[in-house]
């Protein structure tokens, strides 16, 4: 791609919450006064809280990690005129106490890295058009995008700072049992901050994805996305995916139900990328659930060649190969991950209810599962208590991280408390 289309696309991309910001006062200024009171009376506040505690004791480092963190959120939907409407919230992440960790940014490299910088900025502003044209909805400025289960693009919400995308976003649902949606991303403002030289990436990002519900119990999602990014340090992650996710849920009686979750994904070199390769994603994970239980067991593949591995850099990757954060980036080798997980809601114990529990196991190798890596299990319990306000959440979580050949034996405690303004 020549300098200028490069400046042009970087701009554009910049100016996405700007100008969706612009238009809505645009048309707001073109509507009727009672039609303005609409977007005010209309809307609703959007306010949450958190406090994280936590714990990491890593072997080699010279201290643990005893990171106590404060995130709040602040913002602001406002109704619709002809289904147009705004949204904007912004974040402020503040360590409190003696700073005992490695936020990213200290590099104070005695500690174990939490990574939950000290941040202020907007998290959120974009334009939304809401079936303005029917059986449409359009986003254009700084947003959350959450797609399927997170496994490729999500907003890492278990972090303090949550990632975001200046981006541009089509969604159709006109077709039965259809919805059809394209995604075009200029800028990833990621988990670690402004402050921080990894805090954001700027890219050439489409994305087109399918989901289709006619064939009962499954549900099918075909997807492909294309990423460019502008830097050479990132040029490894300028890739092509393309594939296929199938979900199905089906209950059998009143007590039994079965459940599937499955995909495939062909990943291949693209854009500013000098590499030349392709390598597969799969994961198969069959469950059942008895009454208030939930089990299921899995086998999850991103293959390497020794060069170049299978990588999703814009998912919400806590959620997957462990909660200790061992494979954020997967290794050359490629990564299997065999595991297990259970869930449950306990009945009252002490007349209180809707207390939660669940635990997973990772069994960790290279793709061919002829080097062991390490294993992983995590246990975790929350509670959540209603108030007038809003639900306040409680919970507790502890993982612990056995190293093989891969890494370094860690283990991890978070208490967490959290407050969500009720709509």
């Not at 809401?130 to 986003?139: E, L, N, R, S």
């Not at 393309?242 to 693209?270: C, E, I, M, P």
């Amino acid at each position: 791609m020549s300098t200028g289309c490069t400046i042009r696309r970087r701009a554009f991309s910049a100016s996405l919450p700007i100008a969706s910001a612009l238009a809505f006062v645009f048309v707001s200024t073109l509507a009727p006064a009672e039609n303005l009171m609409t977007l005010i009376e209309g809307g609703k506040p959007t306010l949450d809280a958190r406090y994280r505690y936590e714990h990491v004791d890593q072997k080699g480092r010279q201290k643990d990690a005893d990171a106590h963190t404060v995130r709040f959120r602040a913002g602001y939907e406002t109704g619709r005129i002809n289904g147009i409407g705004g949204v904007f919230d912004v974040e402020w992440i503040e360590h409190l106490g003696a700073q005992k960790f490695n936020d990213t940014i200290t590099g104070d490299t005695r500690y174990p890295v939490v990574a939950d910088p000290d941040d202020f900025d907007l998290n959120q502003l974009y334009l939304i058009a809401d079936d303005t044209i029917p059986g449409t909805k359009f986003k254009i400025g700084r947003q959350r995008v959450i797609w399927d289960n997170a496994r490729f693009i999500g907003n890492v919400g278990f972090r303090q700072n949550e990632q975001t995308f200046d981006a541009a976003r089509l969604d159709a649902t006109a077709l039965p049992d259809t919805d059809l949606e394209y995604l075009y991303i200029g800028e990833v403002h990621r988990i670690f901050g402004r402050d921080s030289a990894v805090g954001r990436f700027k890219l050439n990002g489409h994305g087109v994805r399918a989901q289709y519900r006619g064939f009962k119990p499954l549900t099918i999602t075909p997807f492909a996305l294309f990423l460019d990014y502008d830097r050479t340090s990132q040029a490894a992650n300028s890739t092509a995916s393309y594939g296929l996710l199938v979900n199905a849920t089906k209950k059998l009686n009143d007590d039994f139900t079965v459940f599937f979750a499955g995909s495939g994904v062909r990943q291949d070199d693209h854009g500013n990328n000098t590499g030349d390769f392709d390598v597969w994603y799969y994961n198969a994970e069959p469950g059942l659930g008895y009454r208030a239980w939930r089990f299921s067991a899995g086998i999850e593949q991103l293959d390497g060649n020794g060069t170049q591995a299978f990588n999703t850099p814009l998912a919400t990757l806590h959620k997957f190969n462990g909660i200790t954060d061992q494979f954020l980036t997967t290794p050359v080798g490629g990564l299997r991950d065999v595991y297990g997980k259970a869930k449950t809601t306990l009945p009252a114990i002490a007349g209180i209810d809707g207390i939660k529990i669940f635990g997973a196991y990772h069994q960790f190798t290279d793709d061919d599962g002829s080097t062991d890596y390490g294993e992983e299990w995590n246990l975790g319990v929350a509670k959540a208590f209603a108030t007038k306000m809003g639900p306040v959440t409680l919970s507790l979580q502890y993982a612990d991280y056995e190293a093989d050949t891969f890494a370094t034996d860690i283990d991890k405690l978070w208490l967490t408390v959290s407050f969500k303004l009720k709509p």
